[in-house]
């Protein structure tokens, strides 16, 4: 298959503009792929979440939604009365429906999801969380890099505030926890560059679910402030927006290719995924 119509091979791009701020998340894409960075940054390609994403984007609502209420109310009784309000907005998003989802996936999905809420409360007990601030959007500076990013809870601890992160996703092997706390690190970073005293952070992994109840493992990752861990994040995170100007001020966008190309949403873009693709499954794009 030959690329869509418009995209353009990393040797002859024009150049680009730097985007306005950088988040975690699209440096993460950029160390990952900085042709898959491109493709979602500045060309704004469609990228549909898919199952996973949208089961975690709706089980954040429900956990913004429920530490929104007084703190008594806060039980898994209302939890589920949110996720009952809720799901009709769900139901009807645009990408939700793109699934197609036959009845037993859809009600898998509900149930997984549900799943995910029951784990936060194995995790936390919400009556006790002191809510400074919910899905709070950062904009700041760090060492010169614009930042943004949409811390998930601040909450206040008695030696300052926590920053915390829910993740539906599996819970990361013990060598790739450092990795995983990055985005935290940079979270941490951000709120004291705006002059909130940071003293802990924590990822929530709220479950995996598997072929059933007993294959949830809720994990809780938390770490006192460290400011080393910190530095280390912000270095990582200029480091990428270096490499972003270079490859903006040369218009070439190198792609890495690997096992993630054949799920790639780019890939028909991509005359090396394409080619990746067909090279690990025999199957042409």
């Given at each position: 298959m030959e690329p869509r119509t418009g995209s353009v091979a990393a040797d002859d791009a024009p150049k680009v503009e730097l985007p306005r701020s950088l988040s975690p998340s699209g440096a993460s894409t950029f160390r990952q792929c900085a042709r898959r960075w491109k493709f979602r940054y500045v060309d704004k390609l469609p990228d549909p979440p898919g199952e996973p994403a949208l089961r975690g984007t709706f089980v954040h609502h429900v956990l913004e939604e429920l530490l929104a209420v007084a703190p008594a109310q806060r039980t898994l009784e209302r939890a589920r009365a949110i996720c009952r309000d809720l799901w009709p907005q769900l139901a009807e998003n645009p990408d939700f429906v793109a699934l197609e989802l036959p009845e037993a996936q859809e009600r898998a999905?509900?149930?997984?999801?549900?799943?995910?809420?029951?784990?936060?409360?194995?995790?936390v007990d919400p009556a006790e969380v002191d809510v400074v601030d919910r899905e709070r959007d950062v904009h700041t500076s760090?060492?010169?890099?614009?930042?943004?990013?949409?811390?998930?809870?601040?909450?206040?601890v008695s030696e300052g505030v926590r920053v915390t992160d829910y993740?539906?996703?599996?819970?990361?092997?013990?060598?790739?926890?450092?990795?995983?706390?990055?985005?935290?690190w940079l979270y941490a970073?951000?709120?004291e560059s705006v002059g909130d005293?940071?003293?802990?952070?924590?990822?929530?992994?709220?479950?995996?679910?598997?072929?059933?109840?007993?294959?949830?493992?809720?994990?809780?990752?938390?770490?006192?402030f460290d400011a080393d861990a910190v530095t280390a994040a912000v270095n990582e995170h200029c480091d990428t927006w270096g490499r972003i100007a270079?490859?903006?001020?040369?218009?070439?966008?190198?792609?890495?290719?690997?096992?993630?190309?054949?799920?790639?949403?780019?890939?028909?873009?991509?005359?090396?995924?394409?080619l990746e693709h067909q090279r690990r499954t025999g199957i042409a794009a």
């Open positions: 999905f509900r149930w997984n999801a549900w799943t995910d809420i029951e784990g936060y409360f194995q995790l760090l060492d010169g890099v614009p930042f943004r990013g949409i811390v998930d809870l601040v909450d206040r993740k539906t996703g599996r819970p990361p092997s013990q060598r790739f926890v450092d990795s995983r706390l990055s985005q935290v970073a951000a709120l005293d940071v003293s802990e952070v924590r990822l929530l992994y709220l479950g995996e679910t598997g072929a059933g109840r007993d294959d949830r493992r809720p994990t809780e990752i938390a770490r006192p270079e490859a903006a001020a040369t218009g070439c966008f190198e792609p890495t290719t690997g096992p993630l190309c054949s799920w790639c949403p780019y890939r028909d873009d991509c005359p090396e995924g394409q």
